[in-house]
């Protein structure tokens, strides 16, 4: 059985294979039928039922806002993905690595290693999501240099400064791609009485949200319920109206850098300004983050390769190494 990299993230799951890389990636999301404590179904299945069950079902994502919320749900999710690779296979057990949020208790931890066991890993490991996050994105952690990554996933955007293999200084803040999706539904909601779900505004973030004028603004259709007549109904929204909306979370992710840049000691920000900032993580994709936060920092600024991928392949590489 080969060993397993995971990367247990509040949007999405991913699972790597010694040898192979990324074989399994899953939205965090969990069907579970509440009459009857059943789980119907995990990942990708479960993500196209969020809003849309009905009372009895509810689709569950166990780790908003970067932290446990739901330790039995999560361990459900962890299991599936981990069985998934073992395809019965169960006398070879593999050795687990699961990257978790860098601020989760020691409870959290051990929650975390006892469902990974239970699921059939032979050892279980774990791994901050910074330095994972830095490995995944090349950076050379290693050196007596310092650099800087800022990973703005779904629940948590954590922003590190490593250097010799170690967290120097790091900022962790609860502002992330689903606070994105909020300041969209809320922004729609005042601005044309519509109310739209988690989906919807994840659909127009992803579309045509940004963080810094682009140069091509553009303006789609978007349906949901009227707030006064509870009719279904369609407006026009515009990509300045969303970066309108967006103006806060994301101001809020450029001070996290800001923070951590200040608490720098000097040498390694001297590498910083160098070697610049590396952003990963899905919310890295929203247009113009990078533009925006090098404006407010003055130091460089580049999108890593494959931001989603970062920390499972960083988890991954670690792994292979021990
Ligand atoms: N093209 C895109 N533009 C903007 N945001 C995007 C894009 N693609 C994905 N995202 C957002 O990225 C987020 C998911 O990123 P990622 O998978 O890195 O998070 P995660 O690792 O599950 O969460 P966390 O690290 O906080 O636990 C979601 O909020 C998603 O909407
Ligand atoms: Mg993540």
Known sequence: MRDLAIDLGTANTLVYAKGKGIVMREPSVVAVDRRRRQIIAVGREAFRMMGRTPSSLSAIRPLRDGVIADFEIAAELLKYMIRHQMKGQLRMRPRV????????????????????????????????????????????????RGCLVADIGGGTSEVAVISLSDIVTKTSIRTAGDEFDGAIRHYVKA?????????????????MGSAYPIEEESAMMVKGRH???????????????????????????VAAIRLTLENTPPELAADILDGG?????????????????????GVPVRVADAPLDCVANGTGKCLTKR
């Open 97 to 144: 690595m699961v990257c978790i949020p860098s601020g989760v208790t020691e409870v959290e931890r051990r929650a975390v290693e006892d469902a990974a066991r239970s699921a059939g890993a032979r050892e279980v490991l774990l791994i901050e999501e910074p330095m994972a996050a830095a490995i995944g994105a090349g950076l050379s952690v290693k050196e007596a």
């Open 191 to 207: 601005r044309h009485q519509l109310l739209i779900g988690e989906r919807s505004a994840e659909e127009i973030k992803i579309h």
């Open 227 to 253: 707030v006064v007549d509870g009719l279904p109904k369609t407006v026009v929204l515009t990509s300045e109206e969303v970066r309108d909306a967006l103006r806060e979370p994301v101001r809020e992710i």
């Open 277 to 297: 900032i590396v952003l990963t993580g899905g919310g890295a994709l929203l247009r113009g983050l990078d533009l925006l936060i090098s404006e407010e920092t």
